[in-house]
């Protein structure tokens, strides 16, 4: 009875700490992609600005 209890007990750990990781790596990944993906769209973004601009400066130089 006691073995009984301590095998359970063992592996219902062993499954609760499994899942915990794994939900936590899960959940880490999810957030630092969408974090990496906030900083890709904002620097494209500012790299579409910036060209803009600077296109627009050399049109104004030329005119």
Same mark, same amino acid.
């Given at each position: 009875? &006691?073995?009984?209890?301590?095998?359970?007990?063992?592996?219902?750990?062993? &499954?609760? &700490?499994?899942?915990?990781?794994?939900?936590?790596?899960?959940?880490?990944?999810?957030?630092?992609?969408?974090?990496?993906?906030?900083?890709?769209?904002?620097?494209?973004?500012?790299?579409?600005?910036?060209?803009?601009?600077?296109?627009? &400066?050399?049109?104004?130089?030329?005119?």
């Amino acid at each position: 009875m &006691f073995l009984d209890f301590l095998y359970l007990s063992f592996f219902n750990s062993f &499954f609760f &700490f499994f899942f915990f990781f794994f939900f936590f790596f899960f959940f880490f990944f999810l957030h630092f992609i969408t974090i990496l993906l906030k900083y890709v769209v904002f620097i494209c973004i500012s790299l579409i600005y910036t060209s803009c601009l600077f296109h627009l &400066f050399l049109y104004l130089i030329n005119f």
